[in-house]
């Protein structure tokens, strides 16, 4: 299974490596990452795989949520699955 993670909070040291630590306990692999600092505030996405990681997608968004907590960013997981249908309803929309 593939999903986006999202991490959007003031700018701090640290937050990549506490995520992608976090991530790598998990089991779970980043396949594509991309990051930068907008005014104060870091945003982050990845594309992950969820594969190998052995906890659910409950579990697992809600252990990024606490380390968003502990960070004091805020970390989301969605499947990339709503992406895609969103990005095919999307163009639909634009064929009416």
């Known amino acids: 299974m593939k999903a986006i993670v999202s991490v959007i909070g003031k700018d ?10 976090e991530l790598f306990d998990m089991n779970i692999n980043i ?3 991309s990051q930068t600092i907008l005014q104060d505030y870091f945003t982050m996405i990845m594309a992950v795989d969820l594969k190998d990681c052995a906890l659910t997608f409950e579990q697992t968004s ?7 907590k502990k960070t004091g960013v805020e970390i989301r997981i969605q499947s990339q699955q709503i992406f895609d249908a969103m990005h095919k309803i999307s163009l639909s929309s634009e064929n009416i």
């Not at 809600?62 to 968003?68: D, F, S, T």
Request: net charge positive; hydrophobic share 40%.
């Open 12 to 21: 701090k040291k640290g937050i990549i490596a506490r995520v992608s630590g």
């Open 31 to 33: 396949e594509d990452i």
């Open 62 to 68: 809600n252990r990024l949520a606490e380390l968003g």
